[in-house]
């Protein structure tokens, strides 16, 4: 079992910037990877970024790209994702997960919002 806490959230004005934290705790495997997800009002979930444990290879979401950084601290067993240049189209709940399958999360942590105000 991994368990996932999420801080960092916020409102902030357009064009400004955020870092959320991810805290894991559990068993955290090498060959584990690390994502966050965000859930805008009344649209489904979706994919922004994620990061491989062992090695820290990333991808991101076209929407988010340039724009936001995912990295990791092993010792901290800590996920972040920087956020700049954000847009009101960025608010939404985020979400910290954790799985083998990137796409396909084991582990969800409780979500934190972000508002982003025009």
């Known amino acids: 079992q991994v368990q996932l806490v999420e801080s960092g959230g916020g409102l902030v004005q357009a064009g400004g910037s955020l870092r959320l934290s991810c805290a894991a705790s559990?068993?955290?495997?090498?060959?584990?990877?690390m994502a966050w997800f965000r859930q805008p009002p009344g649209k489904e979930r979706e994919f922004v970024a994620h990061i491989t444990w062992s090695h820290g290879s990333t991808a991101y979401a076209d929407s988010v790209k340039g724009r936001f950084t995912i990295a990791r601290d092993n010792a901290k067993n800590t996920v972040y994702l920087q956020m700049n240049s954000l847009k009101p189209e960025d608010s939404a709940v985020y979400y910290c997960?954790?799985?083998?399958?990137?796409?396909?999360?084991?582990?969800w942590g409780q979500g934190t919002q972000v508002t982003v105000a025009s």
């Open positions: 559990g068993r955290i495997s090498s060959d584990i990877v």
């Open positions: 997960a954790a799985g083998i399958i990137p796409s396909i999360p084991a582990y």
